[in-house]
């Protein structure tokens, strides 16, 4: 009895590791700059600022031999992005989507960047256009000064 | 419009403070795990004693899934006994511990095994598919699995009494109700 049961647990085992999804049977030639693309745009979980195509370590590997197996058992690069963004989060992603709060991280640099030429813009209009208006009034020399200016020039000092 | 102005520019730096306030609260470490609330990726793996176990053969009962390695100083070196500690407490109660060691020599992962006197299962995931079905980033990170197999609670960091018993005796309450 117990041995019939033991069969079955096998059997459902078998079932089991049938089903899951890096199963090797199907394999397809993986282009390996395809692999190299995806890990670029994966933040290496163990690093600091660096991608899994770049990072040496285990982990970045071992995620590599993922990406590899994903790809050979027939999933898209896009999916194969997923199945690590449903696991980590966005966070895994080195550039976040362009959507939600996200776009304040692409539009924000953007925007100061526009309001900082208008604000310089604004004020060399403003200072040129103080010097242009602002006429400097004739200095008045009255007649005695410009006697004695004339005599010092002469002498020839 | 020139008192405007005056204004204007003290004013604009206020939504970038305001920005870097709430930048700063946030730790860079607390990562929202997008697996809270789904159920536990199953897999199995051989323990350092060569035996199979798998996820899948202990539904029902309430999971506590540590991901360490024996580099992890001291983290894991301070959640290693609580484990244990908790393991016998709570194990006739429909608990099971679990330690999968990652990135990891095996030697090393047997000494520290020995060194703890664990008595709870631990395997080795050599090829990292179980960490990464998880969304490991770092050890020691512990999983909470209800009875239905659904990932309740990740805890980065070690574990301590505290936080085992108070997840765990909330698992257990809420699954013993109908």
Redesign the interface.
Known sequence: MSRVAVAVLAALALIGSGARPIAAQTAKPVNEDVVHEIGTQLRCVVCQNLSVADSPSEMASQMRVIIRERLAAGESPAEVQRYFVERYGEWILLAPPRRGFNLLVWLFPVAAVVAGFAAAAALVWRWTRRRRGVRTPPVAVDAAMSERIRRELESGS | MKRLWRWLIPLAAVPVLVLLAYGFRMSPRD?????LGRPAP?F?LATLEGAPWSL?AHRGKVVVLNFWASWCYPACYEEAPVLERNWRGYRERGVVVVGVDI?DKRDAALKFVGDFGLTFPVAQDL???V????????VPETFFVDRQGRIRVKHVGAVTDDVFRTTVDRLLAEATAP
């Not at chain 2, 990464?132 to 770092?138: E, L, M, R």
């Open positions: 990562i929202p795990s997008p697996l199953a199995a899948e990135q090829k990292g598919t960490s990464v079905d998880y969304g490991v980033y770092g």
